[in-house]
Structure formats: C-alpha cells, structure tokens
C-alpha cells in the first residue's frame, strides 16, 4: 500500500514548455486534490476532483488544467509554463464527503526557467 | 466563507522548553479544525483534529490542541519539544462533510539544542 505517490519528483522547463503531473493513490479514494505550496502562503487549491470523470477549479486554477479518467490518478497539466508557477506541487486525497482526512504525496518541486 | 490565520511564520524554542503555535479561524458555520506538520522535504502528514465532543484533542507524540469557540481559536501546545518536532506545522478548517479544506499560511518550528 503506497498511499499517494507523485511523479516526478523534480522538474526544470523553461518558459513556455508544457508537462504533466502525475499523481497515483491506491487506496480508492474518491476525492482527489492538487495544491501549491509558496513560502508565507500556506497551501493554495489548484483543482479537484470528486470522484473520476469529475474535476472542479480550486482557489487559484488558471495556467492549469486537470484530468481524472481513472479513479486512482489525477494529472495537472501546465500548458505554457511561467516562471509564477515555480513551486511545490502536492496531490492528495480523501476517502470521501463522510471523510475529514487528507493523505499527503511527497511533492513535486517544480522550477521555470 | 472560512479562512485560517497563523499568527507566527516562524517559532524558535529551546529543546525541552513549552511552545504555543497559535491558530484563529473565521467561519459563520460550524467547522472542522486540523492541525497538519510538514517534516523537512515531505508532504503533509494529519497531526491532531477537533470535529465534536470534547474541546481538547491529542496527537500521539505529546501535542495538543484546545478548541475555543468563543475566541475562534484552535492553538497547537506542547509542554517539552524535541529536536524530532523540528517541521511547520499548519491549522486548516473545513465545513463539515465539505469537499475542500483551507489552510493557514503555516507556522515554521524551529528547535535549538
């Protein structure tokens, strides 16, 4: 039981190149979640996802979009990457609405160029 | 809507000595509160929560937290810290049986031997 796993860890671009974000979890979670993390700001909600083939926008979801085909992944996309969105990136999940707890990835250090 | 204020970006204590990381949270509904720590190069881990009953709650590693409901407060103790409780810690509130949880700005607990 891996809980939630990111891929990759560590990313450079350059402005204006695009990735994806990969988040895994295998304990059948219904929502899933994408946030930031900058110094003095706390975590900031990108997008979620309430269950597959669902997602919704979070506090700050321009720049980015998302997908959820698959009930255990999640992506985050960046189209045209900006140096703004240099951050760390966690994904969690939820078991679902009943449930209070998130479970925390590792994090994806993100930095553009 | 809810938001999450933490007053200390930065608490340095002495190993062994008490420390108080102080949380208020504005909300016109009752809420959940969390307390979540972020060990150095990690992601977030659920250190304590208050969702009913009884106003104090514990973690097993000594900290505590109070919930105040007159004075919208929800501050992290712990009365002996230890180098291993080095981290930032961050308080976040949410809605009951809601989608999103919103954090604080996070408290950076710095340890000296």
């Known amino acids: 039981n891996a809980g939630v796993t990111q891929t990759p860890k560590f990313r450079v671009l350059k402005t204006g190149q695009s990735m994806t974000l990969l988040c895994a979890q295998d304990m059948n979670h219904e929502y899933m979640y994408w946030y930031r993390q900058d110094p003095g700001m706390g975590l900031r909600l990108i997008h979620y996802s309430v269950g597959e083939g669902t997602t919704a926008k979070g506090e700050v979801p321009d720049g980015y979009n998302v997908s959820r085909l698959k009930k255990q992944n999640f992506l985050l996309g960046l189209e045209s990457a900006a140096p703004s969105q240099t951050s760390v990136y966690f994904c969690?999940?939820?078991?679902?609405?009943?449930?209070?707890?998130?479970?925390f990835g590792p994090g994806t250090r993100l930095t553009v160029l | 809507a809810q938001s999450v204020t933490q007053l200390d970006s930065q608490v340095p204590v002495f190993e062994e000595a008490p420390v108080e990381l102080r949380c208020n949270y504005s909300?016109?509904?009752?809420?959940?509160l969390f307390w979540y720590v972020q060990y150095p190069n990690q992601g977030l881990q659920l250190l304590l929560k208050y969702l009913s009953g009884s106003t104090l709650v514990k973690s097993i590693n000594g900290f505590e937290a109070e919930f105040n409901k007159s004075q919208t407060s929800f501050h992290l103790r712990k009365p002996s810290v230890h180098i291993s409780d080095t981290a930032e810690y961050f308080c976040?509130?949410?809605?009951?049986?809601?989608?999103?949880?919103?954090f604080g700005s996070g408290t950076r607990l710095s340890i000296r031997p």
């Open positions: 909300s016109s509904v009752s809420v959940y």
């Open positions: 969690a999940s939820k078991k679902d609405a009943s449930t209070d707890t998130q479970y």
């Open positions: 976040a509130v949410s809605k009951m049986v809601a989608s999103k949880i919103i």
